[in-house]
């Protein structure tokens, strides 16, 4: 759970996710021979949803439909690509 005061902390907050979203997408070199690509997408879903909720509750529309679209890309589950397709239309 977030707790911030302001829209910037919020919009601040949701960079943060996305930065660290992407850093675990990409993974590290023994993240790549150790890990499965299907663990790391998982936490990487997990970080873009939650920027996305910083994104949305900072006004920054742009910002929350592009992690959607981000998590809706690495979703194999059509239901669940289908709502994040319909979030990021929100």
Do not use: P, W
Request: hydrophobic share 35%.
């Amino acid at each position: 759970m977030v707790e911030m005061s302001s829209g910037g902390n919020f919009a601040k907050q949701g960079a943060e996710y996305k930065t660290k979203g992407d850093k675990i997408k990409t993974g590290s070199f023994f993240g790549n021979i150790f890990g499965s690509k299907e663990q790391r997408n998982d936490d990487a879903k997990e970080l873009y949803l939650k920027a996305a909720n910083c994104f949305k509750l900072a006004e920054d529309k742009y910002g929350a439909a592009e992690m959607y679209l981000k998590c809706a890309d690495m979703e194999d589950n059509m239901a669940f690509k289908a709502g994040h397709l319909k979030e990021a239309g929100n």
